[in-house]
């Protein structure tokens, strides 16, 4: 049974960063495309970041120049670098894995294995 989990969640000041991590209990990691999407309190989710299996990256508008994903497929890990966070970037955090190429990283459907979350607060 596939498990994603994930780590570095906090409380942060806005300006500041965190990392978060994600660690993925799959047989052949590389195969995998991965992402983060978030969820603030009474509003959507949202698609935040990915990377493909070709370590091609994608990001929402709202957090480019300022997120950066990655992967290490050695350690069956994913990483969310998070600088010049925003009071807006309050959310849980959630990784996601995708075990077959559906063609659209930005959409939710994409994704088999969800993570349970991470809280990421940003005070202004």
């Known amino acids: 049974q596939v498990q994603v989990v994930e780590s570095g969640g906090g409380t942060v000041q806005a300006g500041g960063s965190l990392r978060l991590s994600c660690a993925g209990s799959v047989r052949v990691f590389d195969r995998y495309g991965m992402g983060w999407f978030r969820q603030a309190p009474g509003k959507e989710r949202e698609f935040v970041a990915a990377?493909?299996?070709?370590?091609?990256?994608y990001y929402a508008d709202s957090v480019k120049g300022r997120f950066t994903v990655s992967r290490d497929n050695a350690k069956k890990a994913m990483y969310l670098q998070m600088n010049s966070l925003k009071p807006e970037d309050t959310a849980l955090y959630f990784c996601?894995?995708?075990?077959?190429?559906?063609?659209?990283?930005?959409?939710?459907?994409?994704?088999?294995?969800w993570g349970q979350g991470t809280q990421v607060t940003v005070s202004s």
């Open positions: 990377i493909d299996f070709t370590h091609t990256t």
């Open positions: 996601v894995l995708a075990s077959i190429y559906r063609g659209n990283f930005y959409a939710a459907s994409t994704y088999d294995y």
